[in-house]
């Protein structure tokens, strides 16, 4: 998962402009179409724009919402993602290829905000919105995670989880300072950002909206909190929540945290 360029994190956000028309992500090594879709389409109708796309060949398709979420960087807004990259991104939501888990009329799918970041399941599929293609391996199925010693290894990220949730919730301050204080197995550990703690839903499920096996004590509602700060307002902090997978920054007074390595 591309992370910002400031702040240490790994795997920062690196892209390339190939000069076609299309931005090559050094990081996840996936093809974007550098100029959205010029007009707004529903749910049905973007996923047929992106299958007869031609740009450079074809195999252009819908991204999933992890992959949408990808491109967000949470360190700016007005719009949320590089603008050197992707100049002319409008600030509103963009369509992805995830519906949502939970069978409901009219059906709805995931789609993500480029105001600032903010991801919902709320789009019901009939509805318009900006539509960005994507061309590239899937990454579907499910995670080949590794448990042992009280930690997940995700070999897809190479992100290291706390196995467990920390105990009780607590304030933004009180995570930082839980993770800070962390000796585990010689590692260093962290709170996540809220793109990392994004890698870890699963968009079949609900409540909660994560491998069970893996995560077992993951509560089926509460929130999860993030290093990443809003970006028009750094007082507040982004946080996760595993009932279905949201991202969200608005004022809590406590939540939970897993920490990442």
């Not at 994190?9 to 879709?37: E, H, I, K, M």
């Not at 031609?54 to 603008?83: F, Y």
């Not at 050197?84 to 991104?89: C, K, L, Q, S, V």
Request: proline share 8%.
């Amino acid at each position: 998962m591309p992370n910002a360029r400031t702040g240490g994190l790994p795997s920062p956000a690196s892209y390339t402009n190939q000069g076609n028309g299309t931005v090559r992500d050094n990081v996840t090594c996936l093809l974007w179409q550098r100029t959205p879709a010029p007009q707004r389409h529903t749910f049905t109708d973007a996923r047929a724009y992106c299958a007869r796309l031609k740009l450079v060949g074809d195999g252009w398709r819908l991204p999933s919402r992890i992959e949408v979420m990808s491109l967000v960087d949470t360190t700016r807004s007005g719009p949320a993602i590089d603008t050197t990259a992707f100049p002319g991104t409008p600030a509103r939501f963009f369509w992805t290829s995830s519906p949502w888990a939970v069978t409901k009329a009219p059906p709805r799918a995931w789609i993500v905000n480029f105001y600032e970041g903010l991801t919902s399941n709320a789009a019901e599929q009939s509805g318009s919105y900006q539509v960005r293609c994507v061309r590239g391996g899937s990454g579907s199925g499910s995670p080949a995670y590794r448990t042992g010693g009280g930690r997940v290894t995700d070999p897809t990220t190479g992100l290291t989880w706390q196995r467990a949730t920390a105990p009780g919730t607590m304030s933004p301050a009180a995570a930082d300072a839980y993770c800070a204080a962390l000796t585990v197995g010689g590692r260093a550990w962290r709170l996540p950002t809220v793109k990392e703690l994004a890698t870890l839903v699963d968009d079949s499920r609900v409540s909660p909206a994560i491998d069970r096996a893996a995560f077992p004590d993951t509560p089926g509602t509460g929130a999860y909190w993030s290093a990443s700060a809003f970006a028009p307002e750094t007082s507040q902090r982004w946080f996760l929540s595993y009932n279905d997978g949201i991202t969200s920054h608005r004022q809590l007074a406590g939540a939970y945290v897993r920490y990442v390595s």
